[in-house]
């Protein structure tokens, strides 16, 4: 089964830019999905295939996916990204579709 | 808009049962897949369970490994609603449940588009 492996932490100073990784055995050609999730509220789809943003979120967030590192950055960081951001996949090998989540980021804005 | 609103958590003992309800609106039910994705206080986030959508009378479901047996999926079209049926349940099923709504993309991908707002079980021991 997968494995998605995140950084416990990221501090960021307000106006730089953060950088999540998401290592994974095998991604091969699966696609990666992203979520923000602040203090107390659901999660959020930020990024999903890889580098998509659904309607709503910010240019600030984009995404890569390269080898078995996927990598969500977050440009011009502001208070208000300050979440746990979790990755995300899919697989549906062996008739058994099942999905998977990275161990998830918190970001501290200093 | 979409509203996922669950419902049904609580406080149970060990071994006992628990149903969550997800009472969805805001778009065309019937049509999409959905599931739960279930949160341990202070930990990350696990998928629980998903049922297939399209209105047809057969629905299949999947489970995580950890739940499988003794969780199971289920929805009524016809209301709209989503359930889950929690029995057997352990101290380690303590967490916010949350119902999702699933995207499937014809190049091979998924993901959960909406999420409901959680409803807490706790399993004491």
């Known amino acids: 089964s997968y494995v998605l492996t995140q950084p416990p932490s990221v501090s960021v100073a307000p106006g730089q830019t953060a950088k999540i990784t998401c290592g994974g055995n095998n991604f091969g050609s699966k696609s990666i999905h992203w979520y923000q999730q602040k203090p107390g509220q659901a999660p959020l789809l930020v990024v999903y295939a890889d580098s998509d943003r659904p309607s709503g979120i910010p240019e600030r967030f984009s995404g890569s996916n390269s080898g078995n590192t996927a990598t969500l950055t977050i440009s011009r960081v502001e208070a208000g990204d300050e979440a746990d951001y979790y990755c995300q996949v899919w697989d549906n090998s062996n008739d058994h579709a099942f999905y998977v989540f990275g161990t998830g980021t918190k970001v501290t804005v200093l | 808009e979409v509203q996922l609103l669950e419902s049904g958590g609580g406080l149970v003992q060990s071994g006992g049962s628990l149903r969550l309800s997800c009472a969805a609106s805001?778009?065309?039910?019937?049509?999409?897949?959905m599931g739960w994705v279930r949160q341990a206080p202070g930990k990350g986030l696990e998928w629980v369970s998903g049922?297939?959508?399209?209105?047809?009378?057969?629905?299949?479901?999947d489970y995580a490994d950890s739940v499988k047996g003794r969780f199971t999926i289920s929805r009524d079209n016809f209301k709209n609603t989503l359930y889950l049926q929690m029995d057997s349940l352990r101290a380690e099923d303590t967490a916010v449940y949350y119902c999702?709504?699933?995207?499937?993309?014809?190049?091979?991908?998924?993901?959960?588009?909406?999420w409901g707002q959680g409803t807490l079980v706790t399993v004491s021991s």
């Open positions: 049922i297939s959508g399209g209105g047809s009378s057969t629905n299949y479901a």
């Open positions: 805001g778009f065309t039910f019937r049509s999409y897949a």
């Open positions: 999702v709504s699933v995207y499937y993309h014809n190049s091979g991908y998924s993901l959960f588009d909406y």
